[in-house]
C-alpha cells in the first residue's frame, strides 16, 4: 500500500477577515523622546521665568541632539541651554540664558 502523507488544515476564514486594513507600522518612539516631549509641553505652558532641568544619562551631545529633535516636532518656543556648574543636566525655559541663543539662533525657533 502507498502511505499518505497527512495534511493538516487550520480553521476556516472569512473573505472580509483578510481584506481589514492592517495595522500601519509605527516608528516606535523612544522612552525618552516620550519624557522630553512631556518636559516641552510643560516648559511651554509655564511661566516665563521658569527653568526646568532635566537630568540626562550619557553623552551631552546626543541629550542635546534628542532634546532639539523633539523641540521641534512640537514646534514649542523653548530653549535649551547647559551650565558648566550642572553637568549631566539640560536647562529648558521659554527665554533664552544665554546671549548666544538670543541671536535668534536658538532651537525651536
Known amino acids: 500500500m502507498v502511505a499518505f502523507k497527512v495534511i493538516k488544515v487550520g480553521k476556516p476564514l472569512n473573505l472580509d477577515d483578510l481584506k481589514k486594513k492592517a495595522s500601519p507600522r ?63 543636566a539640560l536647562l529648558f525655559s521659554r527665554v533664552p540664558l544665554s546671549r548666544r541663543q538670543s541671536d535668534g539662533k536658538a532651537i525651536g525657533h
Open 26 to 88: 509605527q516608528h516606535h518612539v523612544s522612552p525618552r523622546d516620550e519624557d522630553l516631549a512631556k518636559l516641552v509641553n510643560e516648559v511651554s505652558v509655564g511661566a516665563a521665568s521658569q527653568v526646568l532641568p532635566w537630568h540626562f544619562e550619557g553623552k551631552a551631545a546626543t541629550a542635546r541632539a534628542a532634546a532639539s529633535k523633539v523641540i521641534k516636532a512640537s514646534g514649542a518656543a523653548v530653549f535649551v541651554s547647559s551650565r558648566p556648574d550642572m553637568p549631566g
